[in-house]
Protein backbone atom coordinates (compact mmCIF):
# COMPACT_ATOMS: atom_id res chain seq x y z
CA UNK A 1 0.00 0.00 0.00
CA UNK A 2 0.79 3.15 -1.05
CA UNK A 3 1.14 6.30 1.27
CA UNK A 4 -0.41 9.36 -0.04
CA UNK A 5 0.86 13.02 1.29
CA UNK A 6 -2.46 14.89 0.50
CA UNK A 7 -0.58 18.31 1.54
CA UNK A 8 1.43 18.21 -1.69
CA UNK A 9 0.32 20.38 -4.31
CA UNK A 10 1.57 19.69 -8.19
CA UNK A 11 1.13 21.96 -10.83
CA UNK A 12 1.37 21.32 -14.45
CA UNK A 13 3.31 24.06 -16.16
CA UNK A 14 2.88 23.99 -19.60
CA UNK A 15 4.74 25.48 -22.71
CA UNK A 16 4.61 29.13 -22.87
CA UNK A 17 3.89 30.44 -26.04
CA UNK A 18 6.05 31.95 -28.51
CA UNK A 19 4.51 35.35 -29.55
CA UNK A 20 4.94 36.47 -32.69
CA UNK A 21 5.01 32.53 -34.26
CA UNK A 22 2.94 32.36 -37.32
CA UNK A 23 -0.13 30.52 -36.86
CA UNK A 24 -0.56 26.93 -39.29
CA UNK A 25 -3.71 27.56 -41.75
CA UNK A 26 -6.53 25.62 -41.37
CA UNK A 27 -6.98 22.49 -43.28
CA UNK A 28 -9.87 20.13 -43.49
CA UNK A 29 -11.34 18.06 -45.99
CA UNK A 30 -11.95 20.66 -48.33
CA UNK A 31 -8.61 21.22 -49.02
CA UNK A 32 -7.29 17.59 -48.27
CA UNK A 33 -4.31 18.97 -46.40
CA UNK A 34 -3.97 22.57 -48.41
CA UNK A 35 -4.36 25.96 -46.61
CA UNK A 36 -8.30 27.04 -47.37
CA UNK A 37 -8.89 30.44 -46.14
CA UNK A 38 -12.23 31.69 -43.80
CA UNK A 39 -14.07 32.76 -47.11
CA UNK A 40 -13.73 29.11 -48.36
CA UNK A 41 -14.95 27.53 -45.59
CA UNK A 42 -17.54 29.72 -44.39
CA UNK A 43 -19.21 29.43 -48.28
CA UNK A 44 -18.57 25.57 -48.32
CA UNK A 45 -21.14 25.52 -44.68
CA UNK A 46 -23.31 27.63 -46.60
CA UNK A 47 -23.60 25.72 -49.71
CA UNK A 48 -24.31 22.39 -47.10
CA UNK A 49 -26.80 24.61 -44.89
CA UNK A 50 -28.81 25.20 -48.04
CA UNK A 51 -29.70 21.26 -48.15
CA UNK A 52 -33.17 20.54 -47.19
CA UNK A 53 -33.52 18.11 -44.02
CA UNK A 54 -36.12 16.78 -42.87
CA UNK A 55 -37.97 17.52 -39.08
CA UNK A 56 -38.15 14.31 -37.33
CA UNK A 57 -42.47 14.66 -37.80
CA UNK A 58 -41.38 15.08 -41.66
CA UNK A 59 -39.73 11.81 -41.18
CA UNK A 60 -42.20 9.86 -40.09
CA UNK A 61 -44.84 11.12 -42.18
CA UNK A 62 -42.66 10.16 -45.40
CA UNK A 63 -42.39 6.73 -43.95
CA UNK A 64 -45.76 6.28 -42.65
CA UNK A 65 -46.95 7.39 -46.33
CA UNK A 66 -44.52 5.49 -48.51
CA UNK A 67 -43.44 8.92 -49.98
CA UNK A 68 -40.77 8.30 -52.56
CA UNK A 69 -37.50 11.01 -51.73
CA UNK A 70 -35.20 10.63 -54.41
CA UNK A 71 -32.42 12.73 -55.29
CA UNK A 72 -34.17 14.16 -58.23
CA UNK A 73 -36.94 15.15 -55.45
CA UNK A 74 -34.48 16.65 -53.68
CA UNK A 75 -33.22 18.70 -56.17
CA UNK A 76 -36.49 19.95 -57.04
CA UNK A 77 -37.57 20.81 -53.28
CA UNK A 78 -34.12 22.50 -52.86
CA UNK A 79 -34.64 24.35 -56.17
CA UNK A 80 -37.87 25.25 -54.78
CA UNK A 81 -36.91 26.54 -51.63
CA UNK A 82 -34.58 28.48 -53.25
CA UNK A 83 -37.08 30.40 -55.16
CA UNK A 84 -39.30 30.84 -52.64
CA UNK A 85 -36.31 32.18 -50.33
CA UNK A 86 -35.62 34.93 -53.14
CA UNK A 87 -39.22 35.87 -53.00
CA UNK A 88 -39.57 36.43 -49.22
CA UNK A 89 -41.88 33.51 -48.13
CA UNK A 90 -40.78 31.94 -45.29
CA UNK A 91 -43.23 28.94 -45.11
CA UNK A 92 -43.91 26.95 -48.46
CA UNK A 93 -45.98 24.80 -49.70
CA UNK A 94 -44.06 22.40 -52.52
CA UNK A 95 -46.77 21.01 -54.83
CA UNK A 96 -44.83 17.87 -56.94
CA UNK A 97 -47.50 15.79 -58.46
CA UNK A 98 -49.80 14.46 -56.02
CA UNK A 99 -47.17 14.85 -53.21
CA UNK A 100 -47.09 18.13 -51.01
CA UNK A 101 -44.30 19.18 -48.72
CA UNK A 102 -44.49 22.39 -46.39
CA UNK A 103 -40.93 23.21 -45.74
CA UNK A 104 -39.30 26.23 -43.74
CA UNK A 105 -36.86 28.17 -46.26
CA UNK A 106 -34.99 29.72 -43.06
CA UNK A 107 -33.95 26.38 -41.54
CA UNK A 108 -34.67 24.70 -45.12
CA UNK A 109 -36.45 21.93 -42.97
CA UNK A 110 -39.26 19.86 -44.34
CA UNK A 111 -42.07 20.04 -41.88
CA UNK A 112 -44.56 17.80 -43.02
CA UNK A 113 -45.38 15.61 -46.18
CA UNK A 114 -48.62 14.90 -47.89
CA UNK A 115 -49.54 12.47 -51.12
CA UNK A 116 -52.51 11.24 -52.53
CA UNK A 117 -55.57 11.56 -51.20
CA UNK A 118 -55.05 13.47 -48.13
CA UNK A 119 -53.99 16.42 -49.74
CA UNK A 120 -57.78 17.01 -51.04
CA UNK A 121 -60.12 18.36 -48.68
CA UNK A 122 -57.24 19.71 -46.18
CA UNK A 123 -56.97 23.33 -45.03
CA UNK A 124 -53.01 24.13 -44.52
CA UNK A 125 -52.26 27.21 -43.10
CA UNK A 126 -49.44 29.24 -41.76
CA UNK A 127 -48.12 29.04 -45.08
CA UNK A 128 -46.64 32.59 -47.06
CA UNK A 129 -46.46 30.76 -50.26
CA UNK A 130 -46.88 27.65 -52.79
CA UNK A 131 -44.23 26.42 -55.30
CA UNK A 132 -45.25 23.89 -58.13
CA UNK A 133 -42.68 21.90 -59.51
Do not use: C
Not at 122 to 128: K, R
Amino acid sequence: MTNLDINRNYIQVSRTPQVNKPQPQTTNAIGQGQAVDFKTLFEKQLQNNNQVTFSKHAQQRVTERKIDISNQTLVKLNDAITGARQKGVKDVLVLNGDTMFIVNTTSNTVVTALKGSELKNNVFTNIDGTVII
